[in-house]
């Protein structure tokens, strides 16, 4: 939040936890299928490749990104 224009911010927000919400929902459907068919252990390992794919990609979008505290005061 903080590299985010404060008029911005609630949209900001709004998106997250939308987002968020959607893959709560989504999740215990997508495990039991990955489960029956590809066996116990693929809902672990597909898990784990999106939330290091998520990382990565924001890593990637937002590491030249000051928050605007850090841009003043350097």
């Given at each position: 939040m903080a590299v985010v224009a404060p008029a911005e911010q609630i949209a900001?927000?709004?998106a997250t936890t939308v987002t968020r919400s959607a893959g709560l929902a989504a999740g215990p459907s997508v495990g039991t299928a990955l489960w029956t068919t590809l066996g116990p252990s693929a809902p672990f390992l597909v898990g784990g490749i999106v939330k290091i794919a998520y990382d990565l990609?924001?890593?990637c979008?937002?590491?030249?990104?000051?928050p605007p505290e850090e841009a003043m005061g350097g």
């Open positions: 900001m927000a709004s990609t924001l890593w979008m937002f590491r030249r990104v000051k």
